[in-house]
Each structure stands twice: as C-alpha cells, then as structure tokens.
C-alpha cells in the first residue's frame, strides 16, 4: 500500500492556488458533442445576421400593439358617446325619475309631434345647469324631448313672448297647448305634463255663495289649497253661485257642495238634483251642525236646504259626531278625529298606507236610493260610535239614545248606469265666457255616474288637508268622479334623512361612546405603550 506524499508539483500548487497537474488518464473512446445550433440552448448566443430581423419582428410587434390599444380606446369612446348607462346608488333613488314620472312620461303618444321644453336661462349658467342636472332624468327615458335653451339677454322678443320674468324659467308645449312653470321639480314638472298629455281638461264647479267653503279662500275652513292641487293637475275649477247661474253648467264634469251656513232656496236644491238627474257626478262635503247636541240634530236633519239631494240618493246621516279612541294612538288629543285606516279594495284606498283623518265627522246608514249602487264606504274604526251628547270628560257610548258602534260608514261612494235623463236635459250656460274653447263642450257621457257623500268637509280644508292621508285621499276622490282615476301623481322628493333614524338609548350610547369610551381607550393604550417602554 503506497502512501501519498507530496511532490514539487503539489507544493507549487499550494504556493500558487492552482490545481497541480494530474498525469492524463488512459484515453477513452468518446463521441463527438456536436455544437449547438445559434440560439438555442442556455447561455447560447444568436448568430449576427438574426439579430436584425429580431429587432425589426419586436418593433412591429409593439406598433401592433400600440395600434390596436388606440382603436380599442377609439371605440370606447365612440361607444360611451353613443351609449349611455347611468347608475343611481343613493338609497332612495334620489337621482332617479319615480315609477309615477315614467308613467307619466310613457302615456305620451310616439306619432306626432313631441313635447318641446324650453328653458330661458343660459346652459352653462348655474341656474342652467341645476336645470339640465333634472331634465337628463327625462330625456334618459324619453329620447324625443325636444329641449332648448334660450338666454332671455340675447333673446328678449322671445322671452316677453313667453311670459319669462324668471330666469330659469321653463316654457312646455304639446299639441298646441303650453305651460310654463317658474318652481321647477319633479313633481311640478311631470304634474305639468300629465295636465299636457289630457285630451280635455274636467271642468269642476264650486258651489259657493251661501257661505260654503271657498275654493280661492286663504281661511283655515276654506279648500283653497284643494283647489290648488287640482288645478295643478290639469283640473279646471270655477265658483258656481245658483242664485245668478240658475243651473249647473252642462258642461261641468264635477261638482263640489259644501255645507253652507245660509239655507238654499227651494229652486237651487231643485237645480242640484235636476243635475244629478241628468247624470251628473257629485262630491259632497257634509258636517255636522255646531253648538249642542240638539242643534246638531237639528242641523243633520234639515241639511240647510239639502235635505232634497240627500233624499234623491238615499243618504241618511246619523245623528251627533264620530267619536274615535284610535284618534289618540296617532296623537290627537281631540276625540272628535275620526280615523280611516282600513282601506277598501277600491280606487279610492288601492295602495294606502298611512290612514286619513276626519276632525268631526258625521257617519250614515248604509242605505241607498232605488237605481243606485253602494259601491263601497269608508268606514272608521271598531273603537268608534256616534256621540249624541256633549263632547267633554270622559265619554262612553249610549246605545239608547242611537249611539251606534263602529265601524261606521263616513263616507259613501255611489255609483250607476248614465241615465237617459242626460240626453233630454236643457243645454245650460258654460263654466267659461270663452265660447270658442273646445273645452267648453258639453262632457261625452261615461259609462256611469259616481258620487261621493264624505261625513266631513274639514279633511280637504286649508287647515287638515296635509295631515296624514288627507291630501292622497282628497285627490282621488276628484280623479274617481271625473273618470281620471290612472292619472298618476309624481310624489315629492325622496329625503334620505327620514331613513336614518336614532332611538334615545341609541343616541346615549353613541354620545357616551364618543365622548368617554373612546378618550379612556385611548388613554389606556398610551398608559400601556409607555408601561411597556419603561420595562424595556
């Protein structure tokens, strides 16, 4: 066994970090490794002449590239431009035109010409703006509005032309018609072009002169603002004196009869019932008599000289005032508030929700005159009766003296075929001294008369008409009698405040959270930052 030792080779090796030479080991038969194609393998290097037309195939590549992300940007914007999609996040759509507005926007007909709007204001002003931020709403559902933009500075002939005295004021017009409206919203703007889209404006007549509720009256017993929402909706109203007139107009779509404080004459309650005769709808605003339980009865009784209408439809009041204990669960301290809150399945309650509201209200028999139909009530609640003695202190129902419990009808809804009574009545003067209207034809008969008797005129006064469900219930009666029903009412603007609301024990842990919680956490973490350092 041989062992090794170093030679002089090995040491130079170790003096120059070199590895010494070994003796070449007995040759061996190896294949030849054949080299590597240019380009190919790890660490292989191209060949010169490939070199070129790589750079020119990346060049290419990258113009390509360049080319095709221009024409995708390109399309994109010929497409957004083209092509709008509008999304509407806020919690009560806000930006968006209500499920009322569209429909009252789809009822316009495609053929022929299509609703203009003129706005008198400058586009880029910000009155303009506020404007055109609104109208976008309806031009996204409607497409063939045709909107313009007029500043009254560099138009003056066609600002006085239009009535403009308001910038930002906004000039409608359909089929020869037009509107302008200075308070502009979406109510008042798909309200007036509900009022456009009418073939014929209802002719509604107020019967006034015996001290009735007034139709253009500011009082609180008044109905002036009721006049005002229909005469917003494309209703058309007109102060009916008997006395003067000696008839009803024979083109009166509706009738309006509040209790007067004079008696009629003989000859009036005739021409009423002469009217109803000819097939007439009627909305009748019943109350009952003030001062005490005997004039009261006297008062319902005696009806001021209405005592023939009632007679002709078969209406029968009961006698003294509804009195409600549910009235005190909404908050009314006063008993006299009768409440309606179970609604008929009927146009007049369809999709109600909040409950209506009559502050001394009379109640009726369920009776009708032969040939009409009852074709439903609307009645207060099981904790209701009418009260025949005073209303003071504790009251409790007498069924002796006709108190009756409820529910009970306050307000009944009448209906029957067109009599033919309508065809033969004397034509009688118009509601309007304009003779040359159209509107001012006699109203085509339709298919059958309705009438309303509600036990109470103060829901739809100046002073009740917005409590609860008044107003809603107010308008439909008006739309119901004149066959007007569908016509739609945009309602007011959404506020995202009355959805956030905060109980009392909420609020008192929010505040004690923000304002000692908080403070004592964080003051517990810069104790425990400054704990922890001091071990350290």
Known sequence: MSTPHLTAEGLDSIATGEPADTPD??????????????????????????????????????????????????????????????????????????????????????????LSITVFAPREHPVGRAVEQLLARYHRQRPDLEIHWVDPQRAPERARDADVHLLGQVLLEFHGRRESLTALSEGTLSSAIARLALPRAPWVAVLEGHGERASAGAAAPDIGRFAQLLRQRGFRLQPLDLASAGSVPANTDLLVISTPSIALFPGEAEAL???????????????????????????????????????????????????????????????????????????????????????????????????????????SGPQSWNETGPIRGEITRNPPAGEESGPLPLAMVLTRPQPRAGADAPAAASTSDDDDEPDNAAPRPAPEQRVIVVGDGDFASNAYLATAANRSLALRMARWLTGLEDLITPPPAADDRDNFTLSTARTWAISAGAVVALPLLLLGAGLLVRWRRGLA
């Open 25 to 114: 080991p007995a040759p061996t038969a190896q294949a030849p490794t054949p080299e590597p194609p240019p380009g190919s393998g790890s660490g292989a290097r191209p060949h010169p002449r490939a070199l070129p037309w790589r750079r020119l195939h990346r060049t290419a590549a990258d113009g390509v590239f360049a080319l095709l992300l221009l024409a995708i940007v390109l399309t994109a914007g010929w497409l957004a431009a083209r092509h709008d999609d509008y999304f509407d996040w806020t919690s009560t759509a806000r930006n968006s035109l209500t499920p009322e507005s569209i429909a009252v926007l789809e009822r316009l007909p495609a053929d022929g010409p299509p």
């Open 273 to 379: 019932v002469h009217y109803l005769e000819a097939g007439g709808n009627l909305l009748w605003l019943m109350d009952p008599g003030s001062g005490s339980a005997a004039e009261r009865s006297d008062a319902t009784g005696d009806l001021m000289g209405l005592k023939p209408l009632a007679t002709y439809l078969g209406v029968r009041p009961l006698p003294g005032v509804v009195v409600d204990a549910k009235a005190a669960e909404l908050g009314f301290d006063d008993p006299t508030f009768a409440v309606i809150d179970d609604w008929p399945a009927h146009a007049l309650g369809r999709d109600l929700k909040r409950p209506a509201v009559l502050p001394g209200s009379l109640a009726f028999q369920v009776t009708a005159a032969p040939g009409w139909l009852l074709d439903t009530t609307l009645t």
